[in-house]
């Protein structure tokens, strides 16, 4: 997911990009929206997460491979215009997401290949972020159950301004957002 990937996941949490898709208003917990299934809920192990799930028509082999190649991620995270890759080391990476109104994400990125997880911190924001993306065999054949968590906390003089209820709704559309646009992009491919 962007941030979950994803989006994953292009994390401003101070000034995050707008929502993306509505997301159902009893989304947390048990609800799913409509189409895709997408749940998101809190965590219930670490503070200032938002975790979330859906379930996509690939292996995680596929889902894995597709999402460790940043340069397409704009054809799965319509918020993400053009990617920059400025360094490349084996399972490190650097990149920068430009997004609407010349927003930019200078994202560290250490996946693990083993696990078919993305991992990723937003590094010239103000607030702490990570997320990651795992892909884990899904219920049946050929499908892949994804697991989202993305953590964010606001805090110095930022955090004066941006309530621990407001970065929980924007950690929660944005793993909605994430994980919606992972599902449509599997559901075509």
């Known amino acids: 997911m962007r941030a979950l990937p994803v989006v994953l996941v292009t994390l401003g949490c101070v000034s995050g990009p ?8 009893e989304h947390v917990h048990t609800a799913r929206g409509a ?15 938002t975790e979330g799930e859906t379930t996509i028509d690939a292996t995680p ?3 894995y491979a597709q999402l460790e190649n940043y340069a397409i991620w704009p054809t799965i995270f319509p918020d993400i215009y053009t990617v920059t890759i400025t360094k490349r080391d084996g399972v490190d990476a650097r990149v920068t997401f430009l997004g609407p109104d ?11 290949p083993a696990d078919h997880t993305i991992w990723f911190e937003d590094t010239g924001g103000t607030a702490v972020v990570w997320a990651e993306i795992a892909f884990q065999p899904g219920p049946q054949p050929g499908t892949t159950r994804v ?20 970065t929980r709704k924007m950690r929660q559309q944005r793993v909605y957002d994430d994980l919606y646009d992972l599902h449509a992009h599997f559901a075509h491919h």
């Open 147 to 166: 697991h989202s968590k993305l953590f964010a906390d606001v805090g110095g003089i930022a955090g004066w301004f941006v309530t621990d209820n407001r």
């Open 102 to 112: 010349d927003h930019r994400d200078n994202i560290h990125f250490h996946n693990r």
């Open 18 to 25: 707008p929502a993306r898709h509505q997301m159902p208003a």
């Open 61 to 63: 082999e596929v889902a």
């Open 35 to 49: 189409d895709p299934a997408v749940l998101v809920y809190e965590s219930t192990t670490t503070e200032n997460t």
